[in-house]
């Protein structure tokens, strides 16, 4: 969901490493008979935000046991739970009580089961297992997955991943958005057409199918009796999660889209937004994963345009003229209205301190930096028509290069 509204990035997320309850299963069975086992607790209000309020050990439905919160984000909460009838561990969306994130979550539910129709085991996407609608909460029930990559990066005290590993999370997603598309079902020799749109990938919705991960020492020494140590995923399969804010191509648009960070300039310039606004936020979301740091660090639009011209060059002239009424106060004489339009000298600030992209990656020597430079910048191409699809970035030398 867009969060526009705060002035710091809200990042909640759990201790990705710890482990799920032990021995939950042989608990159940140990456990005599009691009414709180068969039926569902006591009713309770829900808290002033609309979240539901619960206690650990109790159910959700008579099917599932509350183990734990998994994390916590505008639209409710994620709770850990053991499904008692297919015997395995799960996780549990629990919506918000409030009309508009229960809209959003039967918008998720009805996308992730057209996904789940048409999967043939390419997409990528997070698996819906079960939805229900719980004391006027949407309730929506997953597979049970691993860290999102911005847990890990944090665990990782912001510290990059290796080229390699980018380039198999930037394939994976590539492949995500072209089947979000596109399917091709196995009994037909043409291609589906789903045209679906994301609208809001970021690192928080990208979630490691495992947990597992090795711990490694690093080049970077604390003192010369201590290493610094780094720890790297055993396996790089990821999956996209939260839909609630995808969108069908051919229907009507809302004017904003996309978590700040990840938006795309067209949708910051009032010029309509499809399919290739996804393609900026992969672009984004793969030097962050390359630097340990957020691209566009801002919450304002001037200085976020600004930001994208300090790092990418200047806004071609046609997306300038075309720019809509709420955009025009951004531009002066057919140029960005910066450093005079400026809000403060710490936004000035931390513009200047922002580098073109080929510098910003410089440290990766070698072969592919060419090659990744080069493809960063056919994501990250401002006029959204020029901009790579999918299919053609999936083609480019950079995914080629032997790992």
């Excluded at 069975?29 to 206690?55: I, L, M, T, W």
């Excluded at 860290?147 to 930037?170: A, H, I, M, Q, T």
């Excluded at 969108?247 to 978590?259: E, F, G, L, P, R």
């Excluded at 410089?362 to 430079?373: E, F, H």
Aim: with cysteine; glycine share 6%; hydrophobic share 35%.
């Amino acid at each position: 969901m867009v969060e526009d509204e705060v002035q710091t990035r809200k990042r909640r997320r759990p201790t990705w490493d710890v482990g799920p309850a032990e021995q939950v299963e042989a608990d159940d069975e140990a456990r005599p008979p009691a009414k709180c086992r068969q039926g569902s607790p006591p009713k309770r209000d829900d808290d002033r935000d609309g979240h539901y309020v619960f206690s650990l050990g109790e159910n959700l439905t008579p099917r599932y046991k509350i183990l734990g919160k998994m994390g916590e984000g505008t639209f409710g909460r994620v709770l850990e739970c053991w499904d008692r009838q297919t015997r395995e561990y799960v996780a549990v969306k629990v919506v918000r009580s409030i009309r508009k994130y229960r809209d959003a979550a039967m918008i998720e539910v009805d996308v992730l089961q057209q996904l789940a129709k048409n999967d043939i085991g390419l997409s990528r996407c997070v698996q819906i297992r079960n939805w229900f609608d719980y004391r006027n909460h949407i309730c929506i029930v997953f597979e049970k997955l691993g860290p999102s990559l911005y847990d890990f990066l944090k665990r990782n005290k912001y510290c990059p991943f290796p080229v390699d590993l980018v380039r198999e999370f930037g394939r994976q997603l590539l492949e995500s958005v072209a089947c979000l598309i596109f399917y091709r079902l196995p009994y037909l020799t043409d291609m589906h057409d789903l045209s679906l749109i994301h609208t809001d990938l970021k690192p928080e919705n990208i979630l490691l199918v495992s947990s597992d991960y090795v711990k490694l020492p690093d080049y970077k020494r604390i003192s010369p009796e201590e290493t610094h140590f780094r720890c790297l995923p055993k396996s790089s399969a990821i999956k996209l999660i939260d839909f609630g804010s995808t969108a069908y191509d051919k229907q009507n648009h809302s004017s904003i889209v996309s978590t700040r960070h990840y938006r795309a300039p067209e949708v910051i310039l009032g010029l309509g937004w499809s399919f290739p606004c996804d393609i900026w936020s992969i672009g984004c979301i793969l030097v962050e994963l390359c630097s340990g740091e957020m691209l566009f660090q801002t919450h304002e639009n001037l200085e976020h345009l600004a930001m994208m011209e300090r790092v990418l060059g200047p806004f071609p002239d046609h997306m300038i003229r075309r720019a809509n009424r709420g955009a025009e106060k951004y531009f002066r004489r057919s140029r960005l209205n910066w450093p005079e339009g400026a809000v403060s000298r710490e936004s000035i600030k931390a513009v200047k301190k922002l580098d073109r992209l080929k510098n910003m990656l410089s440290q990766y020597a070698g072969y592919p930096r060419s090659s990744l430079v080069d493809l960063l910048h056919g994501l990250l191409e401002f006029d959204p028509s020029k901009r790579l699809t999918a299919r053609q970035a999936l083609d480019h030398q950079f995914f080629r290069t032997p790992t």
